[in-house]
């Protein structure tokens, strides 16, 4: 709005101050001492976005959507919106009872102020609104101040700056936008589709409803094969609603206790690269037998080391209900006939010693290792599955051949190793063992040739440990780790974008929950008086401008801007006005935090639920 319409910025009419001796002059006074630019209409330096220069519209409505991030245009280069442009619609005026705004009617403008601290007036009534409002700090450049209702603060330039090296170049590495990548949220999206996925009853009529405690049963392999000696299920658990991969040993009756007793050690194991093991249910007959099922921990869209590197069908889920395939946009296409890339290899040689590590630490041995039980999950990510099944359902004592299946652990990690350097499954075999060490020689590192060769080794006058393999990889660790250092470094920052974008969300909901509510403990003006009326105006001030040709004007950086700001509660002061143009108020965020917090704690009291 410009002065030639008729409204000077500082509040009032452009030949004078306030009124002198009036309450608002009083006010502005106790600001200008108080070191606030809010001051007279004479050398204004207000500290809420000036009017947009016409020259500069240009340049910003240029600007789309997707490409402005949660801190383009921070505190030191705002690029202000044009001021919003009162339409002449018939508006209920607000009540003259503002809490705690002072009306005052300049030059037939009415204006609505917060007197200072100490004067306000009847009960201490302003003393509730700030005393539970934490100090104003000095907010850095480019930064923002963020007090949560988790009751902590941060500071923080959004989003994470130092990944920035590891963005794409070209138009997509400009484009950063306040939500995660398309790619991640493909992949979480059908990771949850997977996790939901039902089993259609008619074409699996075998599958009971329930299994102790787990419903939906939805079988990850096909069932319908006859003479299976195992079979593998989703299934979700009515007592905690975890979704868990469960594992049906068929015709397998077993003694609890004793038999069972080494699943024990199994469930207190908990590696990154193992597939925990929950629980196991002997002896059920929910099936049309007495099956012993081990429940572990559903990793959605994991493959096997088989299926993503030997089958054509990589990474495929079959949602049986919906006929829907679900695909990890992670997985890459199989090399069917050729080795995997050296650096491929040796993230898995690391991952899958370190299960081995720890799980012979602890006394026991994987005795499932293998390309059909060794599962890639998400981007790389090695899982040893099944463990501990070997244990329970073979009743001889484990203990007297413990080392020996050690050892046999270390040997099924070199044909593992010798499968996927060749690209053939059976590569590891006696007849073909010579041909397979020729293809690595040729093709990989002297360093993974010894790896192989030293886990196939099978002595029994000199035990080899997983340890023995450590010098082996020696600095290829460092590399592993930087590389998972930068991805957990770019998965933090979209988790910071869409953590900024639910504390929006969040604030909202509150702001909607307030704004045009009909009623309230019977008062039909609620919502439009008092500090809710001050929130009415922030409503058109953020999300309704319009140009002064009237057209709207929508500008998401704009938006974003203005409800950080507010739930920063900054210090920054913006201009509002009505929609008739008959009131102008220039208020703090701050202040303008307060009315959201005071409106929705009045909902609040009233409410039987509310949860924030
Ligand atoms: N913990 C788990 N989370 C998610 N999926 C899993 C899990 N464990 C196994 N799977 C998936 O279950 C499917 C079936 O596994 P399973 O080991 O039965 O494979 P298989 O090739 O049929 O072997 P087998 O012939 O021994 O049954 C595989 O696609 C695997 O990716």
């Not at 101050?17 to 207000?46: C, D, E, K, T, W």
């Not at 010798?418 to 397979?436: N, Y």
């Not at 202040?591 to 509310?610: H, M, P």
Request: aromatic letters at 8%.
């Amino acid at each position: 709005m410009q002065p030639a319409d008729g409204f000077a910025y500082d509040g009032g009419p452009l030949n004078g101050g306030a009124p002198a001796g009036s309450r608002l002059s009083q006010y502005l006074g106790v600001n200008r001492q108080a070191g606030s630019s809010f001051g007279s209409s004479v050398g204004l330096h207000i500290n809420a976005p000036p009017f947009i220069p016409k020259q500069h519209k240009q340049q910003i409505v240029q600007q789309s959507f997707s490409q402005l991030s949660i801190n383009e245009g921070g505190n030191s280069n705002f690029t202000p919106p044009p001021a919003f442009q009162p339409r002449q619609q018939p508006q209920a005026p607000p009540s003259q009872n503002f809490e705690r705004y002072q009306p005052e009617n300049r030059g037939g403008t009415m204006y609505f102020w917060q007197p200072p601290m100490g004067e306000a007036g009847e009960g201490g009534h302003e003393q509730e609104h700030y005393e539970e409002e934490p100090e104003l700090q000095q907010i850095p450049e480019g930064h923002v101040i963020v007090n949560t209702s988790g009751m902590f603060a941060y500071h923080s330039p959004l989003p994470v700056p130092h990944v920035g090296k590891f963005r794409p170049k070209g138009a997509l590495g400009n484009g950063q936008t306040q939500f995660i990548s398309a790619e991640l949220k493909m992949e979480l999206l059908n990771r949850q589709l997977a996790m939901d996925a039902k089993a259609d009853v008619l074409a699996h009529p075998g599958i009971p409803q329930q299994v102790e405690h787990l419903t939906n049963l939805v079988p990850l392999e096909n069932v319908s094969v006859t003479n299976l000696s195992q079979t593998t299920y989703k299934a979700s658990s009515i007592r905690d609603g975890v979704t868990y991969c469960i594992r049906r040993i068929h015709g397998c009756r077993v003694q609890p206790g004793k038999q069972t007793a080494p699943a024990e050690s199994w469930k207190k194991l908990v590696h990154g690269n193992v597939v925990q093991l929950r629980e196991i249910i002997p002896n059920t007959r929910d099936f049309d037998d007495i099956s012993l099922i081990f429940v572990y921990d559903y990793y959605p869209l994991a493959e096997t080391l088989k299926a993503k590197h030997f089958d054509s069908r990589t990474g495929t889920f079959l949602d049986s209900m919906t006929g829907i395939k679900l695909t990890s946009t992670m997985s890459s296409t199989p090399l069917v006939g050729t080795g995997i890339p050296e650096s491929t290899l040796w993230s898995y040689v690391i991952q899958i010693s370190a299960a081995l590590r720890a799980i012979h630490a602890n006394g026991l041995a994987a005795r499932s290792i293998d390309l059909n039980k060794i599962l890639i999950y998400s981007n790389n990510k090695i899982l040893l599955s099944f463990c501990g099944i070997a244990d329970v359902i073979n009743s001889e004592p484990i203990h007297s051949s413990i080392h020996q299946y050690q050892q046999d652990d270390l040997q099924a990690f070199g044909c593992v190793l010798v499968a996927l350097a060749t690209g053939k499954p059976h590569g590891s075999r006696r007849d073909l063992l010579m041909a397979s060490m020729n293809i690595i020689s040729q093709n990989y590192s002297l360093d993974m040739k010894n790896l192989i060769s030293c886990l196939l080794t099978n002595s029994t006058n000199n035990r080899k440990s997983i340890n023995d393999i450590m010098p082996m990889i020696g600095a290829r660790f460092y590399s592993y780790m930087e590389n998972m250092q930068q991805r957990n470094d770019c998965l933090e920052a979209e988790l910071c974008r869409e953590l900024e974008n639910g504390r929006l969300f969040r604030l909202l909901c509150k702001l909607n929950t307030v704004l045009e509510r009909a009623e309230h403990n019977g008062d039909e003006n609620w919502s439009e008086t008092g500090d809710r009326f001050m929130l009415k105006l922030f409503r058109d001030y953020v999300f309704h401008q319009v140009t002064d040709q009237g057209k709207p004007w929508l500008d998401m950086a704009h938006i974003i801007q203005c409800l950080n700001k507010l739930d920063a509660g900054t210090s920054e002061k913006i201009e509002m006005v009505s929609r008739d143009g008959n009131i102008q108020v220039i208020l703090e965020y701050s202040q303008l935090k307060r009315c959201v917090e005071k409106a929705f704690r009045d909902l609040q009291t009233s409410n039987v639920i509310a949860r924030h």
